[in-house]
């Protein structure tokens, strides 16, 4: 099949978190973005599996960018999730120690905190610990309190910032794997690049390199410097809604010898998250992100040291994320080998955090970039910088929920019981500006199916209400990427 050639200023590599916070940035300059994915949704990567803190900046070294943007990028949250509507919560985090050594932790990490510029920041006793949260074990003697932390949902924050790019006109291709980076010199012999997918041929004068895992690869066709990701898998279990105020902060344990233990901490949806484990993935790509008995079974155990009635059942679910590591710190800055592209590379914990402030500082590389090869790279007058979510109508009043039936009655038709999801909320995801026609598309969107029953019951209507949106047939609609097609065919013909 030929494919589609397309022209571009700025050509981003990869929808996660920090590509698509980089999009909605230059989405406030008139020229022209692309985001290409290479799955069929965004957040796909590590940004739609980790354990949604907002960190607080105490953690990081000083003077690393780790540290610059960990700090800025938890100031940054309040705001915008007021301004993309995406659940966040300033819950603040607990490192909990559970003897001298650990506390020695406590205090280094504190005097980091103090150096990163962390704000509010507090040592307190066990009791005072307990007194905060009383499933606490007996065990811990003191912890450092960072009122600062806070909660957030990444993948909808990631397509919150997705979204609103893409109402400033930035463009998204979903499900179209960069397989090949060439550099030319394109009409009046300006540097140039040419970028293939399946389905395009896209000329862009600067790429962005914000793959994930994939950024050696990306880096390696474009001729460019050896990134060698290491990665590391990190499980997780997520316990169902009726357990979300077991615990009302995040709480760490403090690092020792057997590794950085887990954290207990509600979501910003309202469910108890236990996890991550830290494993060397030996599996291939298709199953690094499955999780085992032994994994699960495993955080449990190190969960129940820091909140020993974490109860057994309750769980929901579980999932694992990837952590894309490169060396000791972020690697972001224009490559030293092939002008025009920028890396943005090693992205591992807090890249979630860090992510906003991140887009600012490249999308600044971007646009000096796009000035040097005579783009006019000038601020919109008319940039959008607000983006209406979809409303939760489990969160509603009943006055909210009649109102909202007065207007389109398809809000008072519950497709999810668990999570308590109308049709009405399910066709808005559909109709969003970035839509993706998919039963895991839907349900990072509206929640749909991420309930007790994990879409049981809901699915097959979601299913059809995806089939008459996307016009496709019944049994065409798909989980997630390609080959995860639901239907089978017909048992009989009615
Ligand atoms: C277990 C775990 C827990 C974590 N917890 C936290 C936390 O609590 N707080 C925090 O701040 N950070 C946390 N992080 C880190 C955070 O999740 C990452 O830093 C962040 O998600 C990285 O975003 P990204 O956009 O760089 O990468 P990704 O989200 O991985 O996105 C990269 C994208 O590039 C795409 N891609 C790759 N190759 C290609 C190609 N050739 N063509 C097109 N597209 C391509 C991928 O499909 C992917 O969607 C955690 C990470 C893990 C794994």
Not at 172 to 189: H, M, N, Q, R, W
Not at 195 to 214: C, M, Q, R
Not at 341 to 364: F, K, M, R
């Amino acid at each position: 099949m030929e494919s589609s050639k397309r022209c571009t200023d700025v050509l981003i590599v990869g929808g996660g978190v920090a590509g698509s916070s980089i999009a909605r940035e230059l989405s406030r300059y008139s020229i022209r973005t692309l985001l290409v994915e290479k799955r069929e949704d965004l957040a796909r990567g590590a940004s739609g599996a980790n354990s949604g803190i907002v960190h607080a900046g105490y953690d990081p070294k000083p003077g690393s960018l780790m540290a610059k943007y960990n700090v800025k990028g938890c100031a940054m949250y309040p705001q915008l999730s007021r301004d993309l509507e995406f659940p966040y919560r300033p819950v603040g985090s607990l490192v909990i120690a559970f003897d001298e050594k650990g506390m020695e932790t406590v205090r280094e990490l504190y005097e980091r905190g103090l150096e990163n510029g962390v704000p509010d920041m507090e040592i307190i006793t066990g009791d005072q610990a307990r007194r905060m949260e009383p499933e606490l074990s007996d065990a811990v003697v003191g912890a450092l309190y960072a009122k600062s932390a806070g909660i957030i949902s990444p993948y909808e924050a990631t397509i919150a910032f997705a979204e609103n790019a893409a109402v400033n006109g930035v463009e998204f291709l979903l499900e179209e794997p960069v397989y090949s980076i060439e550099k030319i010199k394109a009409g009046t012999e300006e540097e140039a690049f040419v970028v293939k997918t399946d389905h395009y041929e896209i000329e862009a004068k600067v790429v962005i390199n914000a793959a994930g895992a994939g950024a050696g690869l990306v880096s390696s066709m474009a001729g460019a410097e050896k990134i060698e990701i290491s990665e590391r898998k990190g499980e997780y279990t997520l316990y169902d809604r009726n357990l979300g105020g077991f615990v009302s902060t995040v709480i760490f344990q403090t690092p020792d010898e057997a590794g950085k233990g887990v954290l207990v901490t509600p979501t910003a949806e309202g469910n108890l998250l236990l996890g991550p484990s830290s494993d060397p993935i030996e599996e291939g790509e298709e199953t690094a992100t499955a999780t085992t008995q032994e994994g699960q079974d495993k955080i449990f155990k190190m969960g129940r040291k820091s909140t020993p009635n974490l109860p057994f059942g309750g769980a929901i679910t579980g999932f694992a994320g990837i952590r894309a590591v490169f060396g000791s710190d972020f690697y972001i800055k224009p490559s030293d080998m092939v002008p025009g592209l920028i890396q943005v590379a090693g992205i591992c914990s807090p890249g979630l955090t860090s992510a906003p402030a991140i887009a600012e500082d490249v999308a600044q590389m971007a646009v000096q970039l796009l000035k040097e090869r005579g783009v006019d790279a000038s601020l919109k007058e008319n940039w959008i910088s607000k983006r209406k979510g979809i409303p939760s109508v489990r969160e509603m009043s009943w006055e909210e929920r009649n109102a909202l039936c007065q207007e389109d009655p398809s809000f008072g038709q519950i497709v999810c019981r668990c999570e308590t999801v109308t049709e009405g909320q399910i066709r808005m995801a559909l109709r969003s500006p970035i839509p993706v026609y998919t039963i895991d598309g839907v349900k990072r969107r509206c929640r749909a199916g991420m309930g007790r029953c994990q879409g049981s019951f809901c699915s097959p209507v979601v299913m059809r209400l995806i089939s008459e949106a996307a016009g496709i047939p019944f049994d065409q609609v798909r989980k997630a990427g390609k080959g995860t097609e639901i239907g089978q065919g017909k048992l009989k013909e009615i």
